[in-house]
């Protein structure tokens, strides 16, 4: 159980619920292993999140600057011609991961408007910081043709060599900025 | 033929395949929301050793889903070439991934995270999301100046278990041992960096520890099913198929689907190099049949697009017929064999001059024809005419859908 936000929250929720603690991680980990594995038992893909994401993007740019779309081929690539960007598997499991997370937000009374942030910073600064990694994780994650969900678990779970690589990369550049940012955290 | 992954596009209906999607997403989504992946302090304290939450939630989910993955493909319920494997681009993905962790520590997110924080009204996650939208708009815009980079060192389908020359299950329970050793070592750190008290671990994850190494131990013995162990497994539904010669096209046929532009057509010239140089035809690939079964070649095969016909062919029909088998086995859809092989090919489409040098001496699956010189497919008869004769025959060829996915990890 982790003890982080247990009483501030707590404390925070005005809502009728109660918010709950969090499951065990080992446990989390053992229900989210099995979705994994019965996505591509099922499905034959792994997970996705970021490439929902850039396709729902890439259908609103498609809708105010076709033209555009056409000459980039990046983008042409999914919503060229008549090409429906939305029609893709990985737009789906992006829209049910928002509704799954809205549905054990309710379930669990962790439905409510705040902002987690370290004691040390206002919240107008973990907004700029969130917006600024944000950007960093977008353009990563379409640098690595994939994010934490695509490559580092679907890839990770079936051995492919980049994804690999990939998951360190990620905890080597998160681990070596962390001293310098624990201000913000801590 | 193996179960899974399911054709779910034959099932559902192309859009109908995407409700499947959707409650996939709906269970990530809620399993990311009560471990605590809403909360960017939790994902953050990761980073100082204070709760590796991150650590042992990632790691346990990998390990669990690759002990299953590999478990049902030995046992023959779900076929490992029919899933995606992330093509591997290796340093494009290591920079994405320093970019990613920088923007990890920053921010507080990963992508799939940011959107359960937001949906449950966080709103660091909202500007997060914000954040990730518009960065992947500057890469759209900004990925045509370095695509030489972007595209760089591919590898294709490339596994840990080809990298490190061991068996898969070797593999397998090394990454499970590695992982527990990973939590071994994370739970110390937790207690001195985040002052946890070791007893509100729960017991049972020793229990479910053993498990996992029990299973991965069980199907290091048991192995990954061989082309033998899966051509067994369809052996009589493919001979059958064999027998009523319900794969072997006429040449006329292969020609008209040569010039079919719905239709994307591989030959596949399975002979030896000698014959191939002597005379093939145009736009035969040439591809011994002792590579067929090459790990490389196979896969190259499955990230064809869907409406690919795949011809193999041979002299005469014996090597190619093998080489079909292989392609059969490895689930490789839409194969068929050249009927009568290039001799064959030749007697429809050989001039007079090709013709008259028929060599009855020769044997089984040999060229029966002799040639001169070397000059592979400049002959009139490596490219003929598709409407200089009209060729009566019996069309066998029938799109099959793909069942591999073309797209995953965010595609």
């Known amino acids: 159980m982790t003890t982080l936000t247990g009483e501030q929250t707590a404390k925070k929720t005005a809502v009728k619920r109660e918010a709950k603690a969090y499951v065990d991680p080992y446990y989390a980990g053992i229900l989210l292993g099995i979705v994994l594995f019965l996505a591509f038992f099922l499905t034959g893909s792994g997970l996705g999140a970021s490439g929902g994401l850039n396709r729902i993007l890439v259908f609103v740019e498609d809708l105010v600057a076709p033209g555009h779309v056409n000459r980039t081929p990046y983008l042409l690539a999914m919503a060229g011609g008549e090409k429906n960007p939305l029609?893709?598997?990985?737009?789906?499991?992006?829209?049910?991961?928002?509704?799954?997370?809205?549905?054990?937000?309710?379930?669990?009374?962790?439905?409510?408007?705040?902002?987690?942030?370290?004691?040390?910073?206002?919240?107008?600064?973990?907004?700029?910081?969130?917006?600024?990694?944000?950007?960093?994780?977008?353009?990563?994650?379409?640098?690595?043709?994939?994010?934490?969900?695509?490559?580092?678990?679907?890839?990770?779970?079936?051995?492919?060599?980049?994804?690999?690589?990939?998951?360190?990369?990620?905890?080597?550049?998160?681990?070596?900025?962390?001293?310098?940012?624990?201000?913000?955290?801590? | 033929m193996t179960p899974f992954p399911l054709p779910l596009a034959e099932i559902f209906g192309h859009w109908g395949a995407y409700v499947v999607f959707l409650f996939i997403g709906f269970a990530f989504g809620y399993v990311l929301e009560i471990a605590g992946f809403g909360n960017s302090k939790l994902l953050a304290a990761q980073f100082y050793f204070k709760d590796i939450t991150v650590l042992k939630v990632m790691f346990t989910s990998i390990i669990v889903a690759m002990v299953l993955i590999f478990a049902s493909s030995a046992v023959g319920l779900l076929d490992y070439n029919l899933i995606w494997v992330n093509p591997t681009y290796l340093w494009p993905g290591i920079v994405g991934g320093l970019i990613m962790g920088f923007g990890f520590i920053i921010g507080g997110f990963c992508p799939g995270t940011s959107l359960v924080s937001a949906a449950t009204g966080k709103i660091d996650g909202i500007f997060f999301v914000l954040g990730v939208l518009f960065g992947i708009f500057l890469f759209g815009e900004t990925v045509d100046n370095f695509s030489i980079f972007w595209n760089s060192s591919y590898m294709g389908r490339y596994t840990l278990p080809e990298w490190l020359g061991l068996s898969t299950g070797t593999v397998v329970l090394i990454v499970v041992l590695m992982a527990l050793f990973m939590f071994w070592g994370g739970e110390k750190l937790e207690q001195a960096f985040g002052k946890k008290d070791p007893k509100s671990e729960p017991k049972w994850r020793y229990t479910a520890a053993g498990v996992l190494v029990l299973v991965a131990v069980v199907f290091l013995v048991v192995g990954q099913p061989t082309i033998e162990d899966r051509w067994a497994r369809i052996e009589t539904e493919k001979e059958a198929l064999l027998v009523e010669r319900a794969v072997q096209i006429h040449p006329g046929e292969?020609?008209?689907?040569?010039?079919?532009?719905?239709?994307?057509?591989?030959?596949?010239?399975?002979?030896?190099?000698?014959?191939?140089?002597?005379?093939?035809?145009?736009?035969?690939?040439?591809?011994?049949?002792?590579?067929?079964?090459?790990?490389?070649?196979?896969?190259?095969?499955?990230?064809?697009?869907?409406?690919?016909?795949?011809?193999?062919?041979?002299?005469?029909?014996?090597?190619?017929?093998?080489?079909?088998?292989?392609?059969?086995?490895?689930?490789?859809?839409?194969?068929?064999?050249?009927?009568?092989?290039?001799?064959?090919?030749?007697?429809?489409?050989?001039?007079?001059?090709?013709?008259?040098?028929f060599n009855s001496g020769a044997g089984?699956?040999?060229?029966?024809?002799?040639?001169?010189?070397?000059?592979?497919?400049?002959?009139?008869?490596?490219?003929?005419?598709?409407?200089?004769?009209?060729?009566?025959?019996?069309?066998?060829?029938?799109?099959?859908?793909?069942?591999?996915?073309?797209?995953?990890?965010?595609?």
Not at chain 1, 95 to 108: D, E, P
Not at chain 1, 146 to 174: D, E, K, N
Not at chain 2, 263 to 276: N, Q
Not at chain 2, 299 to 323: C, G, I, K, Q, W
């Open chain 1, 87 to 186: 029609d893709s598997w990985v737009v789906y499991v992006t829209i049910g991961v928002v509704l799954g997370g809205v549905v054990s937000g309710w379930r669990n009374g962790r439905l409510k408007f705040e902002t987690m942030r370290g004691p040390q910073i206002s919240n107008r600064m973990r907004w700029m910081m969130a917006f600024i990694g944000g950007g960093l994780m977008g353009y990563g994650a379409r640098f690595a043709r994939g994010c934490t969900s695509g490559q580092a678990l679907s890839g990770g779970a079936v051995l492919s060599v980049g994804s690999w690589a990939f998951m360190f990369a990620v905890f080597g550049g998160a681990y070596a900025l962390a001293y310098f940012l624990r201000k913000f955290w801590n």
């Open chain 2, 254 to 357: 292969l020609l008209d689907t040569t010039h079919d532009t719905k239709i994307k057509t591989m030959m596949i010239d399975v002979r030896e190099e000698v014959d191939y140089n002597l005379f093939h035809i145009l736009d035969a690939r040439h591809v011994p049949l002792a590579e067929i079964s090459n790990p490389d070649f196979i896969s190259e095969l499955h990230f064809e697009p869907a409406n690919t016909v795949f011809v193999l062919m041979s002299n005469d029909e014996a090597a190619a017929t093998e080489a079909w088998k292989i392609l059969q086995a490895e689930s490789v859809p839409n194969a068929y064999i050249l009927e009568g092989g290039v001799n064959g090919w030749i007697a429809t489409f050989g001039d007079d001059d090709l013709t008259k040098r």
């Open chain 2, 364 to 411: 089984d699956d040999q060229l029966c024809y002799i040639f001169d010189s070397a000059l592979g497919s400049r002959y009139s008869a490596s490219e003929p005419d598709p409407h200089a004769t009209e060729l009566e025959y019996v069309p066998k060829i029938i799109l099959e859908l793909k069942r591999a996915p073309s797209s995953g990890g965010c595609g």
